[in-house]
């Protein structure tokens, strides 16, 4: 876990210790330790379903056969867990050894496109400063 400020809000980036499937048991505590609503967390996984590079960020809905979201949703009561689902491109076709091909990786390219940007604080910054809908009204286009 490390903290983080991005417009000038405190964030804090964890990654659990757990493993992916038993995500639940870290983010709960988490959670409760903090006293944070659910609609301030904000969950970052993989999505095979998705063309590479591509994003979706929703508000709330089923893990969507995800296992680690699924224990997320369990341990923290509710639904209603903003998400970003981003692909993993390890697992993409024609990357099978974990290489991007360069036009992948170029400036504006499918990886450039995913989580970050060539924004300040990228996808997750809007999703920090102006809110779920804002971030998905910005991001959710095809």
Known sequence: MTEIRLGGAKVLLVRP????NLSGQAIGPLLAFYK???????VVCDDLSLPLGRLRLRASGSSGGQKGLQD???AAGVADVPRLRIRNWRNA?????????PEQVRP???????????????RCGVWVTAG????MNQFNRA
């Open 17 to 20: 210790l757990t493993y992916m």
């Open 36 to 42: 944070l609503p659910v609609a301030d967390l904000l």
């Open 93 to 101: 076709p024609g990357v099978g050894d974990g290489r991007l091909r």
């Open 108 to 122: 504006g390219g499918n990886a450039d496109r995913g989580i970050g940007g060539r924004q300040r604080g990228g």
């Open 72 to 74: 997320i949703i369990r």
């Open 132 to 135: 779920i809908a804002a971030a």
